[in-house]
């Protein structure tokens, strides 16, 4: 894929860039690990202190920040400038709560003193995706920086712009020149990367045939690596819930982000009891979404990122159709310039279509019905995928089964799933392994040194004194 930046919206080439050499990425590789030589004694204090700058210039300049998102990947104007203020959240929270999470912790050992040391491994490969161009990037960024180790991204080949903007962010931020950089380069270039014994470890936030490629690679040479991989998330609706609150927070959930998220509800299971009644009004709310251009603070959902997204999608809706699900409104690309497709609810999917068992990347939902809770949760472990869940209920005993039967790295009560700094981040399944976020994510790439300290006994001290 070509690295440039091609309007969704318009389907209009904007930018192109030339992929770096293997001189220039040699380079870049050189100047990291000079600069992690130096960065990694460089004081939790300094560090915050530049971390929080970076936070400044996401707040200060959020609204040019999701303008670009828009104009790169399509997601709706306040989508963007959002997602800039949640990245300065993530800025702060590590600035304020790395040293802490990072402190030696003291174990009572038969030692005059043992503990656990915390400590940087080098440069960090990130592979990163366009759906959230600076949030996937700074949730690894910020306590990747803040533990001392630096960073050397692979972004995706369509939103170039944002990925050179998040390096310009940190480096007038005052952090040191090479401690975060942007590589211009195609996804041929990655496993060499990989396997320069200069890049420490990797992480990947992507798709399945992504994450394989790049965990395989790590394997061979022994590197640690985050996979983030996809979803195909449970929204589970009982009788108790709240219907009209589920309903409206099932619409939302569907199509964030244009319905380009891994953590967006997919499947919705809803109790047999009250199925009837939630379909209606759930078809008629993506009916009613407002599709236009993404720059209109108006639009509900805009584009999909690509030509190909669209292309793909739209087969997949197709292939499920003709192996028998029923189409209860959507189903096709829309009549106008750009990436668009009508907001679409699928239902009686047989497990041989792509609506059952993949993960569709856009506006389109699969509606199945439960008998009782065993089965929503049998239909909700139903999947090689298992990252989030959303459950609604008001009963206690029905919410306790939820969270411990549910086979996935995350579940929400009540509300739909989301990111959150504060919480670590990640799945089970083919939905990856490691954690993003809170205070586990910043662990991921340290060195988790034991440290035993035994003193000299009194009488080989005595003796040596003598």
Same mark, same amino acid.
């Given at each position: /894929?070509a690295?440039a930046?091609?309007?969704?919206?318009?389907?209009? #080439?904007?930018? *192109?860039?030339?992929?770096?050499?293997?001189?220039?990425i040699?380079?870049? #590789?050189?100047?990291?690990?000079?600069?992690? %030589?130096?960065?990694?004694?460089?004081?939790?204090?300094?560090r915050?202190?530049?971390?929080?700058? $970076?936070?400044?210039?996401?707040?200060?300049?959020k609204?040019?920040?999701?303008?670009l998102m828009? /104009?790169?990947?399509?997601?709706?104007?306040?989508?963007?400038?959002?997602?800039?203020?949640?990245?300065a959240?993530?800025?702060?929270?590590?600035?304020?709560?790395?040293?802490?999470?990072?402190?030696?912790?003291?174990?009572?050992?038969?030692?005059?003193? *043992?503990?656990?040391?915390?400590?940087?491994?080098?440069?960090i490969?990130?592979? /990163?995706p366009?759906?959230?161009?600076?949030?996937?990037?700074?949730?690894?960024?910020a306590?990747?920086?803040m533990?001392?180790?630096?960073?050397?991204?692979?972004?995706?080949?369509?939103?170039p712009?944002?990925?050179?903007?998040?390096?310009? &962010?940190?480096?007038?931020?005052?952090?040191?020149?090479?401690?975060?950089?942007?590589?211009?380069?195609?996804?041929?270039k990655?496993?060499a990367? #990989?396997?320069?014994?200069?890049?420490?470890?990797?992480?990947?936030?992507?798709?399945?045939?992504?994450?394989?490629?790049?965990?395989?690679?790590?394997a061979?040479?022994?590197?640690?690596?985050?996979?983030?991989?996809?979803?195909?998330?449970?929204?589970?609706?009982?009788?108790?819930?709240?219907?009209?609150? =589920?309903?409206?927070?099932?619409?939302?959930?569907?199509?964030?982000?244009?319905?380009?998220?891994c953590?967006?509800a997919?499947?919705?299971i809803?109790?047999?009891? &009250?199925?009837?009644?939630?379909?209606?009004?759930f078809?008629?709310?993506m009916? =009613?979404?407002?599709v236009?251009? @993404?720059?209109?603070?108006?639009?509900?959902?805009?584009?999909?990122?690509?030509?190909? $997204?669209?292309?793909?999608?739209?087969?997949?809706?197709?292939?499920?159709?003709?192996?028998?699900?029923?189409?209860?409104?959507?189903?096709?690309?829309?009549?106008?310039?750009?990436?668009?497709?009508?907001?679409?609810?699928?239902?009686?999917?047989?497990k041989? %279509? @792509? =609506?059952?068992?993949?993960?569709l990347?856009?506006?389109?939902?699969?509606?199945?019905?439960?008998?009782?809770?065993?089965?929503? &949760?049998?239909?909700?472990?139903?999947?090689?995928?298992?990252?989030?869940? %959303?459950?609604?209920?008001?009963?206690? *005993?029905?919410r306790?089964?939820?969270?411990?039967?549910?086979?996935a790295?995350m579940?929400?009560?009540?509300r /739909?799933?989301?990111?959150?700094?504060?919480?670590?981040?990640g799945?089970?399944?083919q939905s990856?392994?490691?954690?993003?976020?809170?205070?586990?994510?910043?662990?991921?790439?340290?060195?988790?040194?034991?440290?035993?300290?035994?003193? $000299?006994?009194?009488?080989?001290?005595?003796?040596?004194?003598?």
């Amino acid at each position: /894929m070509a690295i440039a930046t091609i309007n969704p919206a318009t389907g209009l #080439l904007l930018k *192109s860039f030339e992929p770096l050499s293997d001189s220039q990425i040699e380079e870049k #590789l050189r100047r990291a690990v000079d600069v992690f %030589s130096k960065y990694r004694k460089v004081p939790f204090a300094e560090r915050a202190r530049m971390m929080i700058k $970076a936070a400044d210039i996401l707040d200060k300049e959020k609204e040019s920040l999701g303008r670009l998102m828009t /104009m790169e990947m399509g997601k709706p104007f306040r989508a963007g400038v959002d997602e800039a203020v949640k990245c300065a959240w993530a800025c702060r929270y590590y600035a304020e709560n790395a040293e802490r999470f990072l402190a030696d912790e003291v174990i009572e050992t038969t030692a005059s003193r *043992s503990y656990i040391h915390y400590q940087p491994l080098g440069p960090i490969l990130a592979v /990163m995706p366009w759906n959230f161009p600076f949030w996937q990037v700074v949730r690894f960024a910020a306590p990747a920086l803040m533990a001392g180790n630096v960073g050397l991204l692979k972004h995706a080949s369509n939103v170039p712009q944002c990925a050179l903007s998040i390096e310009d &962010i940190f480096r007038r931020a005052g952090f040191p020149d090479g401690a975060f950089q942007t590589l211009l380069i195609g996804s041929d270039k990655v496993d060499a990367i #990989l396997g320069d014994p200069r890049v420490a470890a990797a992480t990947l936030t992507g798709s399945e045939d992504a994450g394989i490629k790049v965990g395989t690679a790590a394997a061979k040479r022994i590197k640690k690596v985050v996979l983030e991989l996809g979803g195909s998330d449970a929204f589970i609706v009982m009788p108790s819930a709240n219907l009209d609150e =589920a309903v409206a927070t099932a619409v939302k959930a569907r199509i964030v982000n244009n319905g380009q998220s891994c953590i967006a509800a997919k499947r919705f299971i809803v109790a047999e009891q &009250i199925a009837n009644e939630f379909e209606g009004k759930f078809v008629s709310k993506m009916e =009613a979404l407002r599709v236009g251009d @993404p720059l209109d603070e108006n639009t509900e959902l805009g584009p999909l990122s690509t030509e190909d $997204a669209l292309a793909g999608l739209d087969a997949d809706v197709r292939k499920s159709v003709e192996a028998g699900a029923r189409l209860l409104t959507g189903g096709k690309r829309l009549d106008r310039p750009g990436n668009f497709y009508a907001p679409t609810v699928l239902t009686d999917i047989p497990k041989n %279509s @792509p =609506a059952y068992g993949e993960e569709l990347f856009g506006p389109v939902a699969s509606l199945f019905r439960a008998k009782d809770i065993e089965d929503a &949760i049998r239909i909700a472990n139903d999947s090689r995928f298992g990252l989030g869940a %959303s459950a609604w209920t008001n009963d206690e *005993s029905e919410r306790e089964r939820f969270i411990n039967e549910i086979e996935a790295g995350m579940v929400f009560i009540n509300r /739909m799933v989301a990111s959150d700094p504060r919480l670590p981040f990640g799945g089970v399944k083919q939905s990856g392994h490691g954690r993003e976020l809170g205070p586990y994510g910043i662990r991921e790439f340290t060195n988790t040194k034991t440290v035993w300290i035994q003193e $000299a006994t009194e009488g080989l001290r005595t003796s040596k004194a003598a």
